[in-house]
């Protein structure tokens, strides 16, 4: 009985099934929902391989066929029924594997991993150019763009030589032992607690990047995050890295990045601004450190890259300046964390119309209390707009919005010379939106509409 059952059809489900098959295992197909794209990718296949056995649209009390093997897609939840009709479908002493650990044992070449609970793109991406900047044929993935088991089939064709991969706690969840490769965590909030049950259960599965025989240049980390590895890996050496620790193995230093004192990279070159991204900046150089070797550190093409790097759309993305009045998408600020962080970067005293709300992760927003002697004004919205309101009433002037587009136009409507309208939600988007990107991007549509309209909403 050599069956893999995919345990979700999503795009790491798609990816998953397109790489056990490959290998010439039979694949059975599963999934809560179904969709006509679902089908499609399912046909397409089908068409490819022989011995694919679809079950989509799996109700309660659903029967799956025995398999050796399950890979669970990063986004089921345990209590789902799909969840424990695989566990009953798994044999004794059957695999139960989660499509990046799936995807990592079968990658047959070199990675690094990225996890923490902000900056994991924009540090992905900056590694991935380090990298290439450095000979090195890389290519992003995990939880950025392709799933890995794509990328893995990618490299199998040798069109990718190394990968950088972007690892959320999801990913991590399930996985029993990561994979020896250089790792970074880049910071620790309050983040995905529904999921984990506790902030400590959140920051043992990160950690679970530096489990293996690592030496200390492998094994990156923020300075401020030394309780927590005393707490998981008591004694364990690592390269650390901190805008405000001026102990740490990378510093920041009258705005140059330096190595043990000895500067790398003057931050007033790089497009992409703000402590949060210094320290991005620092842990992809000690990822490139831990593969090139600390000279790399110091090439000319190691400036121009981090110089030449843009971050992508929905994180502190300008993208409108009108009448003294900026506009600003960070819909990619899904937890209170990210939200300091842009409230930082743009406030200047209190001068911020801020677009709050959407699913709840039962997280912390209490830590939103340092932002908020820079908030004019905050629209909130989403299911979590009450949690939000008894969180800031009586302390930020805040007004319920009856749906995305009037909180847009009211936000817009109130926002003066030296103002900032801007979407930082510290919150998910599946209440409302498809995605994250989704909803920048429809934040992005009504804001030029109501310049458009010379603010007639």
């Not at 900056?119 to 763009?145: D, F, V």
């Not at 981090?306 to 009108?322: D, I, N």
């Not at 801020?354 to 709840?360: H, Y």
């Amino acid at each position: 009985m050599d069956n893999i059952l995919i345990c979700g059809y999503g795009i790491s489900g798609r990816a998953a099934a397109r790489l056990a098959a490959s290998l010439g295992r039979p694949v059975i197909l599963a999934d809560e929902h179904t969709s006509l794209e679902m089908r499609a990718a399912a046909d397409a296949l089908k068409k490819e391989h022989s011995g694919i056995q679809v079950f989509f649209n799996c109700q309660p009390g659903q029967i799956l066929p025995p398999c050796s093997a399950v890979i669970v897609s990063p986004g089921l939840r345990r209590e789902s029924k799909l969840y424990q009709a695989a566990k009953k479908a798994l044999v004794p002493g059957g695999l139960w594997i989660s499509e990046l650990e799936f995807a990592l044992r079968n990658a047959h070449c070199p990675f690094v991993s990225i996890t923490g609970t902000n900056g994991k793109t924009t540090t992905t991406e900056l590694t991935t150019a380090l990298l290439r900047a450095n000979g090195i044929n890389a290519a992003s993935a995990g939880n950025i763009g392709s799933a890995l088991s794509e990328c893995v089939l990618e490299a199998e064709k040798q069109q990718i030589g190394f990968l950088v991969i972007e690892t959320s706690s999801f990913q991590l969840e399930n996985i029993a032992r990561f994979p020896d490769c250089p790792a970074a965590i880049l910071n620790l909030a309050s983040d995905h607690i529904d999921r984990h049950g506790s902030l400590e259960e959140y920051a043992r599965t990160k950690f679970k990047v530096f489990a293996g025989n690592l030496p200390p240049e492998q094994r990156i980390m923020n300075s401020n995050l030394r309780p927590w590895l005393e707490r998981f890996l008591p004694g364990t050496a690592v390269t650390t890295f901190s805008a405000a620790d001026p102990n740490a193995d990378f510093t920041l230093q009258d705005q140059r990045i330096c190595f043990r004192n000895r500067p790398v990279f003057d931050c007033a070159k790089a497009r992409i601004r703000g402590v949060h991204n210094a320290e991005n900046m620092m842990a992809a150089l000690a990822l490139l450190r831990a593969v090139k070797g600390e000279e790399a550190l110091y090439q000319e093409s190691t400036a121009a890259a981090l110089a030449a790097f843009e971050s992508s759309p929905h994180r502190m993305e300008v993208f409108a300046r009108q009448d003294g009045i900026t506009y600003v998408n960070d819909s990619k600020a899904t937890n209170p964390h990210a939200v300091n962080a842009a409230v930082k970067e743009f406030a200047r005293g209190r001068n911020l119309l801020l677009i709050l709300g959407g699913l709840d992760k039962g997280m912390d927003f209490s830590e939103l209390e340092i932002s908020f002697p820079h908030i004019k004004k905050a629209f909130l919205i989403g299911s979590c707009r009450e949690t939000l309101f008894s969180e800031l009433s009586g302390k930020v002037k805040c007004a319920f919005s009856g749906d995305f587009s009037l909180a847009v136009r009211d936000a817009c409507a109130a926002a003066a010379p030296g103002d900032v309208v801007m979407l930082s939600p510290a919150t998910a988007s599946m209440d409302m939106f498809k995605n994250y990107a989704e909803r920048g991007n429809e934040f992005k549509r009504l804001v030029r509409e109501y310049i458009r309209k010379g603010g007639r909403g």
